[in-house]
């Protein structure tokens, strides 16, 4: 039998639960930045429905992940809650259909609190399907996969700002994901092997997406908008412009001061991640306000302590636990 922290610690470790606060910062930052181009007031309300969804959608794909891998994690990674028999599979199975009604049970709030625009439940379920399809084939459809990571993210903030009317933030998060993502799958050494001729897919398919949604976000021109202001290109981007250069310098020197690409790959991917909260704190510094823009950068050290508590509580529980012995031989 498991203690009841142990019970805790094995539920927050399933859901990956440190790192929502990541999704979460996308959908506050998204909803602030709609506020910010449509001057219509956020209602508390709708604030908590996204929060849900962000909580919902992320939980849900770590632990459909989990599921699916607990073959191949009881070889690999057999520490990990199923293989261990911390949790059981019946267990994990009513968790992550329970994280997927909560996520679907946001955004049907949210269409009520609209009254009726059901395109914000709409793209909860269309985000779910994209992790779906990513947990089941797209990890093993390398170019695929890795796209389908950076949409995920971007279908997210989506759903907080369905118009995109600043499209800027939703579109870095989708770069960043799926560079970022790219780039550690290769350094991390993952099967199937990333080869180069999958980077000409990857960047090729990112390119194309970026380059579809902008020349529809153009169109707005045609009703007499200046592309500028239909695209809200301002001086706003510059914080961002310098978050994303400040990544980059810190990739860099993680790379170069890890001597294992494993490794370097593992820690590169946590920061990368943990660095979403800074790409919306920036982009609603720059285009709402400092203030709203510390209450979303004050996710990152929450986060941060999150996975340094569960890390240490794990280790704790380690050493209290019963020695086992052996019979000898």
Known sequence: MFSFPQRVLTLLQ???MALVFTAISNGWAAMLLQ???TREPIPFWYAVAMTMVSVGLYTFGMS???LIDRRRDSQIAPGRPLPSGRISVRTAHLICFALALFALGGGAWMAILKHG???SLLLVAWTMLLIVFYDFAGKYLVPLGLISLGLIRFFHAATAAPNLAIP???LLLLVHVTVLSTICYRLEGKRPRLKWKHWIPVMGGLLL??????????????NGVDWRQALFISDALLYVAASVVVFVVLAIVIHVRTNDPRTAGRSMMLYGLLWLIVYD???VLGYVGW????VILSLLPISMLAVQVIRAWAKLLDLSAKPQYQRAR
């Open 14 to 16: 399933f859901t990956r």
């Open 117 to 119: 625009q059901w395109i």
């Open 209 to 222: 997406i970026i380059a579809t949604l902008i020349a529809l976000l153009i169109e707005r021109r045609l």
């Open 168 to 170: 800027w933030h939703a």
């Open 281 to 283: 704190a920036s982009f």
């Open 35 to 37: 506020q910010h181009a």
């Open 64 to 66: 459909l992940n989990d």
């Open 291 to 294: 203030r709203w823009a510390l």
